[in-house]
């Protein structure tokens, strides 16, 4: 676990149950150090800010407005340590506002071991741990220094009965009251402690035996004594709002009042239903008699609706017949295209005479090469002609050369 006066920007290898929860310890600190520093009336009133709770920098709630809450108390608090800082606007880019505050806290010998993004959330573990180091700073800067603690004097009043109030302290009644409290300096009596004294009284009165039959006190003395304590009696029931019986006054109240006012909003509503029945009565009647009256012209009406949808009827089978015919036509008229472009083709070709001299050409041309041909057949079979004769010749000088005198044989 990590100790108070260790960062939150710090390393730390091992890490106990409470670690979690360090955060919130370090929230409640930081609020105390932001009383000490005035930050109620220096930076909340004239920003216009409410105070955060205790817990507010630990806990998700509104990220945007914590982290406008984390960048203007880091800001105050920078300029309360003694250090120029402008305070963030609304459109500064957060990166660089976070930058600013961390080589501020830097500079004062804190470390911030941790990416600047761990910040831009507006709460957790390193906005508290970066708000406190500031606000520590800043309690060095200013010389805040702790002293002893003087607790005031109490003075002991000594409680005085008047003489008057003998008879309230009858049977030591003084033993069952509670304090009295003054609320708008008028004295109070507690309904319990009356209630536990009229019964104990009623206890000894009725332990007592029945000897006392009449009263020899004087009657003027006792409305005049009567008259002296009732305002000391007066007992008052302080309001509740969650009390059932201002729930019970008030729905009485209410009911009293809708009654009262239910009397003349019924004579009017009343008023108003026999206006509407007669102006419906009427309505009916001159219904009625307008019915009657164009009774003759409803039902030429009616026919005539009938004749209507009668000849929307035919229309229709007309339109659907029309329709059907046009698209015969339509295609019809294509294939009489179709046969009109096949007729000038034809025509066009019959009356061109193109294709009569290409053949003349044709002609012209295979004539030359049959002449061609000829000649080259004429020149092949006088070659072949040759070749025959020639090999002729050499057959027959062969046959002459193989008979050979035999002296001639001899002399090789």
């Not at 409305?223 to 709002?241: A, S």
């Not at 206006?275 to 419906?280: A, N, P």
């Not at 092949?380 to 035999?406: C, F, G």
Request: proline share 4%; charged share 30%.
């Amino acid at each position: 676990s990590r100790s108070r006066g260790e960062g939150a920007g710090e390393v730390v290898v091992e890490r106990g149950p409470g670690a979690a929860y360090h955060m919130f310890v370090v929230m409640e600190d930081l609020v105390e150090k932001l009383k000490l520093l005035h930050y109620e009336e220096e930076l909340l009133r004239k920003n216009n800010l409410k105070p955060p709770s205790r817990h507010y920098f630990a806990l998700p709630t509104n990220p945007g407005e914590q982290f406008y809450m984390f960048c203007t108390l880091a800001s105050w608090l920078i300029n309360k340590a003694g250090r120029p800082f402008e305070q963030p606007q609304e459109y500064d880019d957060p990166n660089a506002t976070i930058s600013n505050i961390l080589s501020e806290l830097r500079s004062f010998g804190r470390t911030a071991d941790f990416p600047p993004s761990k910040l831009k959330s507006g709460y957790g573990e390193h906005v508290c741990y970066v708000l406190d180091c500031l606000a520590e700073e800043a309690l060095k800067y200013i010389g805040f220094t702790w002293k002893r603690p003087t607790y005031p004097v109490e003075e002991l009043e000594e409680e005085t009965v008047p003489e008057d109030d003998a008879e309230l302290t009858l049977n030591k009644v003084d033993e069952e009251f509670v304090e009295e409290e003054t609320d708008n300096e008028e004295n109070f009596i507690d309904l319990n402690v009356l209630k536990a004294q009229t019964y104990r009284l009623d206890m000894n009165e009725s332990a007592k035996q029945e000897d006392i039959l009449e009263s020899t006190t004087d009657a003027a003395e006792w409305n005049l004594e009567v008259e002296r304590v009732l305002p000391q009696l007066k007992v008052t029931i302080r309001t509740d709002n969650k009390d059932w019986r201002i729930h019970v006054d008030q729905m009485h109240q209410h009911k009293s009042g809708i009654e009262s006012a239910l009397k003349e909003t019924k004579g009017f509503l009343d008023k108003l239903h026999n206006e509407i029945s007669r102006t419906l009565e009427k309505i009916g009647s001159r219904e009625k008699y307008i019915n009657n009256q164009l009774e003759h012209l409803v039902q030429e009406y009616r026919a005539a609706q009938a004749q209507l949808s009668e000849a929307r009827e035919r229309y229709q089978q007309g339109n659907g017949g029309v329709t059907e015919r046009t698209r015969l036509l339509s295609e019809v008229t294509e294939e009489l295209e179709k046969v009109k472009q096949e007729m000038e083709e034809k025509g066009s070709s019959m009356t061109d005479g193109a294709p009569l001299v290409k053949i003349k050409q044709s002609l012209t041309k295979l004539k030359q090469e049959t002449v061609q041909m000829d000649i080259r057949i004429g020149v092949v079979e006088h070659t072949l002609l040759q070749s025959k004769l020639k090999e002729k010749s050499n057959m027959t000088r062969d046959m002459h050369a193989t008979i050979i005198p035999e002296s001639a044989i001899g002399s090789y």
